[in-house]
């Protein structure tokens, strides 16, 4: 069940991107994904291996992202 409560992918990264300081257009670049990929996660599901670099970039596992 979804509830408001519930953050998209997107969501958590923005958030954690924010508290590390780091811009998404950087996060792509430094992750080596298209630049507006991590804004089409709104509503596109990423790929395993794209959400795996951005979890590296920020120094967290994919779960906490899609959790």
């Not at 780091?22 to 599901?45: C, F, H, M, P, Q």
Request: with cysteine; charged share 25%.
């Amino acid at each position: 069940m979804i509830t408001t409560e519930t953050k998209n992918i997107f969501d958590n990264i923005a958030k954690r991107a924010s508290e590390k300081g780091i811009s998404i257009n950087s996060l792509e670049d430094k992750a080596g994904v298209a630049r507006g990929s991590v804004y089409k996660w709104n509503t596109v599901s990423p790929t395993v291996r794209n959400i795996s670099k951005v979890a590296e970039v920020l120094g967290c596992s994919v779960d906490d992202l899609i959790g």
